[in-house]
């Protein structure tokens, strides 16, 4: 790794922690900025971490998120803030709700409940864990989108560098095929940050990845297809144990259902011990537009 993708890396990594940290403006109202991403549009998976960074700092600290459900609203815009309002919906003894809503210019783009419990022990059991191929001996994505941007004369520079993934089973967005709607990733944060909540926040975070990516694959359509409009209709994730970001995850992901312009995607996480630390579900839009 070279001296200047190394420091991209790490200057990348902390604007992201800035862009989480969100500012309080009141006790139940934060400000959030946005990660300047070259395709316009805020990604979906930070308002989600953002959203769960803000409904954090209104419940106590022996409380923790153990499931985030959202509707993707409108698309945010990089270049507005976002306001995050909460909304108190219950606090009890061993679960309390919050309800987050972030807006752009007074206008919901997004709509996230979230529920906290207090720790508990109880029965335990998951299913069995077995990564496709090692990290060690696959690609880093960023590696690919360089090929892409080569191949298409796109500058790969403006391509945000927070999060490492590596494909098990990579698409071929130059010539795609139709492939089983089956995908891994090894996934992990760019930098090292002791906060629990803002570990949560960035899993949350890297959670939107690749669930859209998988229901295409059997279609042989790329995510570049001039003609696919796409985007993030809702998604839920439910956490299990506490996670270090920067340290490999693996995300096992599949497509059970793609109908009426909607694509159905589930997706599991695990740590590389092969404790299972959250699983996830998205519906996304997957529609095909003419005259493009």
Not at 19 to 37: A, S
Not at 56 to 76: C, D, L, N
Not at 110 to 132: H, K, M, N, W, Y
Not at 185 to 207: E, F
Request: proline fraction near 5%; hydrophobic fraction near 35%.
């Amino acid at each position: 790794m070279s001296d200047a993708f190394a420091e991209k890396k790490a200057k990348d990594f902390q604007s992201l922690l800035e862009v989480l940290r969100l500012e309080k403006q009141d006790d139940l109202l934060f400000r959030g900025h946005n990660m300047q991403v070259p395709w316009g549009r805020v990604y979906g998976g930070q308002v989600l971490a953002q959203a769960l960074y803000a409904a954090h700092q209104t419940v106590s600290k022996e409380y923790k998120v153990h499931s985030q459900h959202a509707y993707f609203i409108r698309p945010g815009q990089v270049h507005i803030d976002i306001d995050f309002e909460v909304e108190i919906v219950r606090d009890g003894r061993g679960f309390c709700t919050r309800r987050v809503t972030a807006l752009q210019n007074g206008k919901a783009i997004l709509i996230s409940s979230l529920s906290f419990q207090r720790p508990e022990v109880g029965l335990e059991q998951q299913c069995d864990f077995q990564a496709d191929a090692p990290v060690e001996s696959l690609q880093t994505e960023h590696e690919r989108q360089i090929e892409y941007c080569e191949a298409k004369g796109l500058d790969p520079d403006k391509r945000t560098l927070e999060i490492e993934y590596r494909s098990t089973n990579p698409f071929d967005h130059l010539n795609p095929a139709p492939m089983p709607p089956r995908v891994g990733v090894w996934m992990r944060a760019s930098g090292k940050v002791d906060d629990p909540i803002l570990n949560q926040a960035l899993l949350s975070y890297m959670s939107d990845s690749y669930l859209l990516d998988t229901s295409l694959l059997p279609h042989g359509i790329s995510y570049y297809n001039p003609k696919l409009q796409s985007a993030s209709l809702d998604h839920a994730l439910w956490f299990y144990d506490q996670i270090d970001a920067s340290e490999w995850h693996y995300y096992e992901l599949d497509s059970p259902k793609t109908a009426g312009a909607r694509g159905l995607n589930f997706g599991k996480i695990y740590r590389q011990d092969g404790c299972l630390v959250a699983a996830a579900a998205q519906e996304c839009l997957m529609r095909m537009v003419d005259g493009q």
